[in-house]
């Protein structure tokens, strides 16, 4: 009676690649053969080429790699934080949301104010007198978002 060869194991496989047995298991649910390593590998590169998961890591090792540059990065963003170099966008919303009110309400009262007080002026000293005004808003708003 001819010998048989012994089925890969998935330990077999998880040795072979670098990874755990838990994502072997994982991988046969998905269709890899156990028959060889050659198979499944060839599977496994089939499998992540058509499903877009080209970035995946190879192995084990890849991925601790990939884990590492992702912490290093999340920690340099939460350092800048730290230092007040990033702020959160939810927090310059609300300051944009903030300024667009002030600023809308100011031109407002410049709009009510400018009919009468520019009344009779010429070119010039209506350019003038709304330059001025207008700096004088511009200083307004910046005092008010100060205090906020």
Known sequence: M???KKPLTQADI???W?????AVVRWKKLGCPMTTIEAAT???EEYLASSNRSNAPASLNDARLQKLVLESERL???IAQDRGHLVEAATVREEGIKIGAVLSAKMAALVNDASGALAG???AEL???LHDRTQAILAEI???LNKQ
């Not at 670098?18 to 838990?22: D, T």
């Open 76 to 78: 340099r963003i939460k």
């Open 2 to 4: 001819p010998r048989t």
């Open 121 to 123: 002026l010429g070119e």
């Open 142 to 144: 910046k005092e008010e």
């Open 18 to 22: 670098g990874i755990s047995q838990a």
């Open 14 to 16: 998880a040795r072979a």
């Open 42 to 44: 060839k599977w496994r």
């Open 127 to 129: 350019r003038q007198k």
